[in-house]
């Protein structure tokens, strides 16, 4: 597995914000300060820990984004338009924003600054957040020329370390062998999208697996959420949490 040595210090001012009422968050305490993380939908959310907002996959059609904080960091997991969203990149990048996207977003973003390219199984460390790019692909759900829908290198799920949390955001995937091998979850977000991801049977197969603690489903479109917390309700060490995505 290749390991990419990064250390980037950013530089941050600490500052009280008021985020918009139409957000959704959640907050954790970690070994290290708190995490919250606010819930815009479809495949867009953002953390705030210790000073800093990460934003993933921001879309300017699914959130204010000219009203939500800007960015210390950028986490792109692919290039479909519903997760690569240039207009939302430059609403929120400041001049010392880094940008961390697969290498099919760089080659359709090529005039954005400070990106780093991100492929599967690449580590980074930035600004003490350690960072991994995990495979997310399908294997089942095809487009009608048989090709799919997210073909395996292109896009990337992240894990994110916050403190002593380990938080799996997994991109546009299925419940592929990479993921049901992962350990420490502590948050995972699998997507639940027909037919471009899983079924809330393949969420369940997943989420047995590699047995987070906190699930959220998102990316889920009209696929009907009960049908996942029937599939877990006897899971009793995995809370799923049903939020509006």
Same mark, same amino acid.
């Not at 879309?59 to 939500?68: D, I």
């Not at 999208?193 to 991801?197: K, S």
């Given at each position: 597995m290749k390991k990419i040595l990064l250390y980037l210090t950013l530089f941050i001012t600490s500052t009280t914000m008021t985020l918009s009422q139409d957000l959704q968050t959640d907050t954790f305490t970690t070994d290290q300060g708190e995490l919250s993380i606010h819930f815009v939908k479809h495949g867009s959310l953002f953390f705030e820990f210790n000073g800093k907002i990460i934003h993933v996959d921001p879309?300017?059609?699914?959130?204010?984004?000219?009203?939500?904080?800007?960015?210390? @960091?950028? @986490?792109?997991t692919h290039q479909h338009s519903d997760h690569l969203d240039l207009n939302a990149i430059n609403l929120l990048k400041k001049d010392n924003t880094k940008i961390i996207?697969?290498?099919?977003? !760089?080659?359709?973003?090529?005039?954005?600054?400070?990106?780093?390219?991100? !492929? =599967?199984?690449?580590e980074l460390n930035i600004n003490q957040l350690d960072i991994r790019a995990i495979p997310a692909y399908n294997i089942e759900h095809k487009r009608q020329n048989g090709k799919a829908f997210h073909p395996k290198g292109e896009g990337n799920g992240y894990i994110i370390t916050f403190g002593d949390k380990n938080v799996l955001v997994a991109g546009d995937t299925e419940n592929i062998p990479e993921i049901k091998a992962l350990k420490n979850i502590d948050i995972a977000f699998l997507p639940m =999208? @027909?037919?471009?991801?899983m079924t809330p049977e393949m969420v369940a197969d997943a989420a047995k697996a590699f047995r987070p603690k906190i699930l959220y489903p998102y990316h889920y479109g009209n696929t009907d959420t009960s049908k996942l917390v029937e599939l877990l309700n006897n899971e009793k060490d995995i809370e799923v949490r049903i939020k509006k995505m």
């Open positions: 879309v300017s059609g699914m959130g204010n984004y000219e009203e939500y904080p800007d960015a210390d @960091l950028i @986490l792109i996207m697969t290498e099919k977003c !760089h080659e359709m973003t090529e005039n954005l600054s400070n990106v780093i390219v991100m !492929h =599967n199984g690449d =999208n @027909l037919p471009y991801t």
